[in-house]
């Protein structure tokens, strides 16, 4: 379970007071590497993008700890959620992360299908930090600002289409986070280590 942490220690703290604490950073990535792995492989894109953004955010410490309430929380455990279009309508799927590829691959596919199946959400619990995602991939989107409501303040990632050009596939991705959980500088470290798994996923499958 997740334990609470003094928010003296933690500068960023003072943002848990604002109004609206969320920012969101855009960025355009080259995801060849998934593409080249999904098509030598079988497995999905959104799942292996998923991978790469529990990889990239498993080395910083600042993805472990988020405001909840007036509390700042600690957790040891990181979580990927995805929504899921069901016949019903749509729900969402948290998939633990796990640093080998396959078994991530293989969890994604058995966790959706359930859900899917089922038209319920699935949640893990409150012992993960849970990273939002929502992929939009019928349609072309520069990105986009989620809401905010104040008591979700989990990190998020949002992206539509991937682009395919002569040499590279690129996606524009957009990254809202508390700003009590980052700076500007962490988030922006965050999407170039992404950036980084992406290109080396061809090696993790």
């Not at 990239?56 to 929504?83: R, T």
């Not at 199946?117 to 939009?136: N, R």
């Not at 303040?153 to 690129?170: A, Q």
Request: net charge positive.
């Amino acid at each position: 379970m997740p334990t609470e942490i003094d928010k003296e220690k933690i500068k960023r703290s003072v943002w848990m007071g604002a109004p609206m604490p969320m920012v969101t950073i855009f960025k355009t990535l080259d995801v060849t590497g998934i593409i080249k792995t999904a098509k030598r492989t079988g497995a999905g894109f959104t799942a292996l993008m998923c991978w790469c953004v529990g990889r990239a955010a498993s080395g910083m410490e600042e993805f472990y700890i988020l405001p909840v309430g007036d509390k700042l929380l600690k957790y040891e455990k990181l979580a990927v959620n995805v929504v899921v279009k069901t016949k019903n309508g749509i729900a969402t799927c948290d998939i633990p992360f796990n640093g080998n590829l396959k078994k991530f691959c293989r969890d994604y596919g058995r966790l959706t299908e359930s859900v899917i199946k089922s038209g319920q959400d699935y949640e893990l619990g409150g012992e993960y930090m849970v990273i939002g995602t929502s992929a939009l991939p019928k349609h072309d989107i520069d990105g986009a600002a989620n809401i905010y409501a104040g008591f979700y303040n989990n990190p998020f990632l949002i992206w539509g289409r991937y682009r395919k050009g002569l040499f590279k596939t690129t996606l524009p991705v957009s990254f809202q986070f508390h700003h009590s959980q980052f700076d500007g500088e962490e988030a922006a470290e965050f999407l170039d280590k992404l950036q980084r798994v992406i290109k080396g996923i061809k090696t993790k499958y």
